[in-house]
Nanobody, 121 residues
């Protein structure tokens, strides 16, 4: 069974930095696009950034220039480096990945359990 396990959330002061990690584990053949989403209280889940298997990246306007997504394909892990964080970045952050776990089927969409990021002084 495929799992995405996140780590690195916590409390950080405005202007500070935090690094999230998400590792895919279990039995699978390929990991394709990976992404980070977030959901703040009372709001819908939104895409923060994504990265293709080849390393092409995409960012929401709200995080451009502050957040950096990267991946280590050998470790099946995606990272989110969060710099110059703001109170508006407070949310539960979810890892997402398209993973082929069956050669007879298209890749499936997997989600992590979520990790809380709180930006407050």
């Amino acid at each position: 069974q495929v799992q995405l396990v996140e780590s690195g959330g916590g409390l950080v002061q405005p202007g500070g930095s935090l690094r999230l990690s998400c590792a895919a584990s279990g039995r699978f053949f390929n990991v394709y696009a990976m992404a980070w989403y977030r959901q703040a209280p009372g709001k819908t889940r939104e895409l923060v950034c994504s990265i293709s298997s080849g390393g092409s990246t995409n960012y929401a306007d709200s995080v451009k220039g502050r957040f950096t997504i990267s991946r280590d394909n050998a470790k099946n892990t995606v990272y989110l480096q969060m710099n110059s964080v703001k109170p508006d970045d407070t949310a539960v952050y979810y890892c997402n990945a398209a993973i082929r776990d069956n050669l007879l089927k298209s890749p499936s969409d997997y989600w992590g359990q979520g990790t809380q990021v709180t930006v407050s002084s």
